[in-house]
Structures are given as structure tokens and as C-alpha cells.
């Protein structure tokens, strides 16, 4: 009996499942900024990278012409970064916890979300509400 009763508080209080909302509810306003100001730079480094090492590799090529995935690449990363906000990463922290006030949006990755209120600040309502539909059919539990 003793056995049982201990399994049961066991995985009532470890059993819990981590949500990317509940990561992000327990970080601090500047633990925040500071995320979202990471991902922008890490986004931003990345395609910069990519872009060099692309132009190296094709430098002397005349007639090399750079295929769709590659811009269609630098889109999606684009939608991951507000042009917008112009330094004030804080307003995308403040989205993205108005986000997941709605439970609907609890199991949606940081990132995705990251990505739907970057597209919402830069004016693109209407994927960004497409989107957002998409992950919450995604990720629903």
C-alpha cells in the first residue's frame, strides 16, 4: 500500500508536463528580451553565414543563378525576425505572452511563436493568423 501511494505522489508531482508556455511564464521580462534577442542574433548570423559562404562558393560562376529554396530559405528566416520593432525586443517578449495567455497555445515551441508575433508586428496579419492556426492543429494535445 505504502508502495502505491508513493508512486501516485511520484508522478503527481513529477508527472507534470512541461509546456514551451510553461518555460516560458517561469523566465523573467529581461530573461525574455534576453531569448528573443539571442534567437534574432543567432537568425540574423545564420543567414549572413549562409549568404557568404553561398557567394564564395559561386563567386566566379557567370552563370549561376541562386535557386527558389535558397531565397524561399531566406524568407522563413526573415519571418523570424521583426524589421519592425527597430530594437524594442521587448515588444515581441510582451506578444509572445499574450500568445500564450490563450491555453490554445500552450504546446506551440517558442520559436514558432517567436515567428507568428514577428510576422503580426511587421503587418502580415493574415499569415501570421494562418500560421498560428496551423501550430495550434499541430501541436494540440
Not at 75 to 101: C, F, M, P, R, T
Not at 116 to 127: L, R, T
Amino acid at each position: 500500500m505504502k508502495r502505491f501511494i508513493f508512486i501516485i505522489l511520484f508522478g503527481l508531482l513529477f508527472g507534470q508536463v512541461r509546456t514551451p508556455s510553461n518555460f516560458w511564464q517561469s523566465l523573467s521580462d529581461a530573461e525574455k528580451v534576453s531569448f528573443v534577442n539571442g534567437a534574432y542574433s543567432a537568425a540574423s548570423a545564420m543567414k549572413m553565414h549562409h549568404k557568404h559562404q553561398v557567394n564564395e562558393q559561386y563567386i566566379g560562376n557567370d552563370n549561376w543563378i541562386q535557386p527558389y529554396y535558397i531565397d524561399r530559405y531566406y524568407e522563413i528566416v526573415d519571418e523570424h525576425i521583426s524589421k519592425e520593432v527597430e530594437g524594442n525586443i521587448d515588444l515581441i517578449a510582451q506578444a509572445i505572452d499574450a500568445l500564450y495567455s490563450n491555453s490554445d497555445n500552450a504546446n506551440i515551441p517558442v520559436i514558432e511563436a517567436m515567428r507568428i508575433v514577428s510576422m503580426v508586428q511587421d503587418g502580415k496579419n493574415q499569415k501570421a493568423n494562418l500560421y498560428l492556426l496551423k501550430a495550434q492543429r499541430k501541436y494540440a494535445k
